[in-house]
């Protein structure tokens, strides 16, 4: 029983999350989201930077 509950659950999720992302696509201009591997170099370089500013704040 639980397990249908757990399905119907997960369903009207995705369905409402699908409903929403083709609601908006049809209504706003949303800009394209870059390559996932641009956004993972970015993403690194970021965290590189915040590593180095926390050990220079650490030496200090």
Do not use: H, W
């Amino acid at each position: 029983m639980g397990c249908v509950f757990s399905l119907i659950k997960t369903s009207v999720i995705f369905g409402a999350g699908l409903y929403t992302g083709v609601y908006v696509a049809q209504n706003y201009k949303i800009d394209k989201v870059e390559d996932p591997k641009v956004l993972f170099e970015r993403a690194q370089a970021y965290l590189k930077d915040k590593l180095a500013e926390a050990s220079d704040k650490k030496d200090k």
